[in-house]
C-alpha cells in the first residue's frame, strides 16, 4: 500500500492493518470501505482480525467486481 498523502511511503498488509487500527483509535471512524485491495486476502483477513469487531468492514470492490465469491 503506497500512501501518496504521507510521502509516498510503501506499507505491508500488517502495516497497513495497524495504521487503520491506529486511526480508528485516534478518530470516531465507524466504517472502514475498500479497506484492503480486492486481491488482498491475507490482508482481509489482518483487517478483520484487527478491527473486524469494532468497525464495520465493507468489501465493496471486493464483491462488485467479483460476484462469483458470493457463490
Known amino acids: 500500500y503506497t500512501l501518496a ?4 511511503i510503501s506499507l505491508s498488509s500488517q502495516e497497513f492493518a495497524n495504521l487503520l487500527a491506529t486511526w480508528c483509535d485516534k478518530y470516531p471512524i465507524i466504517s472502514i470501505e475498500d ?9 482481509w483477513k489482518l483487517l478483520t482480525d484487527q478491527l473486524g ?4 468492514l465493507v468489501g465493496d470492490d471486493l464483491f462488485v ?3 462469483k465469491i458470493l457463490r
Not at 498523502?5 to 509516498?8: C, L, P, R
Not at 479497506?35 to 490482508?43: I, K, R, S, T, V
Not at 469487531?53 to 464495520?56: G, N
Open 5 to 8: 498523502g504521507e510521502g509516498g
Open 35 to 43: 479497506g484492503m485491495a480486492e486481491n488482498d486476502w491475507d490482508g
Open 65 to 67: 467486481t467479483n460476484t
Open 53 to 56: 469487531k469494532k468497525v464495520q
